[in-house]
């Protein structure tokens, strides 16, 4: 089976710190993916990776950053953590192609930004 | 541009009463994927079922079961004899390998199941 790990289920921070959210994949997948769900909006994408040291910009990405220094591994940053950065974060993975192949998640971090 | 829709934001049902989910995507390319996923109270998203565009025929896996109909547009999804196990928000996706989403998943928004004993 798949296995997608976060590093926390659930985050408080404060506004102006910077936060880590790290995800982990034992599967040896390619791909990996940050979204945030927010009640209304839906999930929406943050940034992928498709290769270690690779990122690229999906449809949210201001406020944030990423690092991809090994292939399982795919950590969040939040350079200085904002009210309107409290979310959900999923983070998901897949194989291959990075298009049309399916995504497996983790568990989600539920972030709250004081 | 791709776009899913699921008109349902929530839907209540009894125990045993069969409910159907609706999805409605939008894209111009004949080559996508469309997607299946369940978002228990817990949080993660568990993958459910994924569709090519070539492949028209329906699934039944146990109580789920699923309609893909290019004609309309659309990839329902249908619980038999509901379980208080299957509330939960369903989501449907889509993939465009040669779309402007750079191929990657387009959520629809979401419908919430509650299914009640």
């Known amino acids: 089976d798949v296995k997608v790990t976060q590093s926390s289920r659930y985050l408080v921070k404060r506004t102006g710190e910077k936060v880590f959210l790290e995800c982990v994949q034992d599967?040896?997948?390619?791909?990996m993916f940050w979204y945030r769900q927010d009640p209304g909006l839906g999930l929406r994408l943050i940034y992928f990776?498709?290769?270690?040291?690779?990122?690229e910009k999906g449809d949210i990405p201001e406020g944030y950053s990423v690092s991809r220094e090994k292939k399982e591994r795919f950590s969040l940053i939040l350079e200085s953590a904002s009210t309107n950065q409290t979310s959900m974060y999923l983070c998901?993975?897949?194989?291959?192609?990075?298009?049309?192949?399916?995504?497996?998640f983790g568990p989600g971090t539920r972030l709250l930004v004081l | 541009a791709q776009k899913v829709t699921q008109a349902q934001t929530e839907i209540s049902v009894v125990e045993k009463e069969d409910v159907t989910l609706d999805c409605v995507y939008e894209t111009r390319d004949t080559t996508y994927y469309l997607f299946w996923y369940k978002q228990p109270p817990s949080g993660e998203l568990v993958f459910l079922i994924r569709r090519n565009s070539f492949d028209e025929q329906n699934e039944i896996s146990g109580r789920y079961s699923w309609n893909f109909q290019k004609s309309t547009s659309s990839f329902n999804f249908t619980i038999t004899a509901s379980q208080v196990v299957d509330s939960a928000v369903y989501f449907c996706?889509?993939?465009?390998?040669?779309?402007?989403?750079?191929?990657?998943?387009?959520f629809g928004k979401g419908t919430k199941l509650s299914v009640k004993p």
């Open positions: 599967m040896d997948h390619e791909n």
């Open positions: 990776s498709y290769d270690v040291k690779m990122k």
């Open positions: 996706a889509l993939s465009v390998p040669a779309g402007g989403s750079q191929g990657n998943l387009i």
């Open positions: 998901a993975s897949a194989s291959g192609q990075p298009t049309g192949e399916t995504q497996y």
